[in-house]
């Protein structure tokens, strides 16, 4: 019997990045568990696929579109799952754009003023809009996805390494400044992950399992459900009395 801990019955998710990849795989997953789910992406087509999938399976799901560069519109994402659920018990940050392969003397500042702004000022608008909706409620769990790249460098990444690195730190800070507040503040860290995302540097998935798999000590790519059964543990009481880490699931890739 699966401990009942594990369970996100009566609990409302926000999943930032829910119409692709990691973050589809994690409202998924998070809805599976019995949570209430508000599907939230810049892409609103998806964000609706998704929100209807779940709710094809029995679950409340809501769309949400989402542009996590503006407070006001991050404010009113998360009104709108307190509106249509009644508060908020999980914060899913799933939200990331990357470098294209510069280094910083390569790099414009455009270039790095966009990742800088969607995958750690999306987190921090996110994270502020969200808190007094879950301290509300008597507490709940932050999740950002950071990335082995947080931990380890990888040329031509110099932004999204500062990110990931940066959002490691980030969760750290609200796990310290929230913890009386009932705040758990985690980040997973994945490895490279079978996603849209590794079509940008490769022509296609079958190239990068071969370029990218032998990286990690499992000798492969890993899925999107991987990472997002992690961040049900983390949303999950299971993880009560865990915060301020950062949750390696790189099937090795820093170990080498």
């Not at 969200?130 to 790249?149: K, T, Y």
């Not at 022509?203 to 032998?214: L, S, Y």
Request: proline share 3%.
């Amino acid at each position: 019997m699966i401990d009942p801990a594990f369970a996100l019955d009566k609990k409302v998710a926000i999943v930032v990045g829910a119409a692709n990849g990691i973050g589809r795989a994690t409202a998924q997953a998070f809805a599976a568990a019995g949570a209430s789910v508000a599907c939230a992406d810049v892409e609103a087509p998806g964000a609706r696929a998704v929100a209807a999938e779940l709710e094809k399976t029995g679950a409340s799901a809501l769309p949400v579109h989402l542009d996590v560069t503006d407070g006001a519109s991050c404010r009113g994402a998360v009104a709108a799952a307190v509106e249509r659920f009644g508060g908020v018990d999980v914060l899913m940050y799933g939200a990331a754009d990357s470098d294209r392969m510069a280094t910083v003397l390569e790099m414009d500042e455009a270039a790095w003023e966009r990742v800088i702004r969607i995958n750690l000022t999306g987190a921090f608008l996110m994270a502020k809009a969200a808190l007094p909706a879950m301290i509300a409620r008597g507490g709940g769990s932050v999740i950002l996805i950071a990335s082995q790249l947080g931990r380890v460098a990888s040329a031509g990444r110099p932004a999204y390494c500062a990110t990931k690195g940066a959002l490691i730190q980030l969760a750290k800070v609200l796990a310290v400044d929230h913890a009386a507040q009932g705040i758990r503040a985690n980040t997973i860290s994945p490895g490279a992950i079978e996603t849209r995302r590794m079509l940008r540097r490769w022509k296609d998935m079958d190239e990068a399992r071969r370029m990218m798999g032998p990286k990690h000590l499992l000798g492969r790519l890993g899925l999107p459900e991987e990472i997002a059964r992690a961040a049900v543990f983390l949303a999950s009481d299971a993880s009560s009395f865990m915060t301020g880490s950062d949750l390696l699931v790189d099937g090795g890739y820093t170990a080498i």
